[in-house]
């Protein structure tokens, strides 16, 4: 009887430690790498006609017209795209922008293909004169937010615009990040006109990285947004002082990850050709380092999957839209952007 009590003990111990081996490999897994992703989602409107912003072309009635089927449509693509960037994972961090409201980020976290996750909303009302903002997801599992603020761009021209998003958060590896979500003033006006807005934009963005260099030592920098610029324009390199990703890699300077890509004629968007308008930018000490949060030119890109993409009568790819002069039903003007880092 003692015998066989003491091999049931020692089964239950076996099995015990076991449970706790498999339990630490897993929570081993989850933390080795952490996924941040931005997306231009073009126009995510919800239907109802709100007095205060000039939204009546995304109304049921508007030029659009922006229905709830659209609407539905529109939710279900863009869960479909946050789903399959990093098949079979999720992002950990998800950066957007032109986001009417924190209303249509609630119906997309708790739609079919996020609500498994159970996203985080980070959102603050812009200034924007239509209304549309940026604004972060983050899975709480694997990101915990210390701050938030908006950081107000007063433009020359005295136009409204988007606020840069600022965010501070602890990964579970107990390292810190600081991250900036970005859509900068548009080139309507043409490119030279519109040069000083982002430059606008650009000196605000600077002047909160100076400040937490000051009061951080080599703190880790994600910059993410749609900066209506390429990374070789002024408001990239001079304005935000983010250098091209050669080797060695300084501590406090940035980096534009996707610039090799760049280089090759790839783009997020076209106009009239490919433009790389939608950037990840990193700190350089995510670059440099062997161990601890890190990431490399090669894991970052832009997601091109086919049902992002249509041909055009010439047989060149495009960006699947929405909508433009018309509804044509698909995704986005843009094409998402993502990066992995590895935290062991």
Known sequence: MKIRNFLVVIALLSGMTAMAQTAKNTQSQAKSTFVAMFYNVENLYDTQDDPKISDEEFTPNGKVPWTEDRFQTKIEHIGQVITDIVKP???????????????????????????KTKYGIVHFDSPDERGIDVAMLYNPATFKVISSEPLQVILPSGDRTRDILYVSGKLNSGEVINVFINHWPSRREGTELSEPKRMAA??????????????????????????????????????????TPEKPFETNNLYSLLYPQFKNGDGSLYYKDWDLFDQIIVSGNMLSRKKGLRTSVSDASIFKADYLLFKNKS?????NRTMGDKYFGGYSDHLPVYVKFNLN
């Open 89 to 115: 994972d999720m992002p950990d961090l998800i950066g957007f922008a032109e986001i009417e409201n924190k209303h249509v980020l609630e119906i997309l976290t708790t739609s079919a293909a996020l609500s």
């Open 202 to 243: 650009a000196n605000v963005l600077r002047l909160k990285l100076d400040a937490i260099q000051k009061l951080e030592k080599s703190p880790n920098i994600l910059i993410m947004g749609d900066f209506n610029d390429e990374p070789s324009n002024n408001s990239i390199t001079q304005g935000m002082k983010a250098m």
């Open 315 to 319: 047989g060149e790819s495009r960006p």
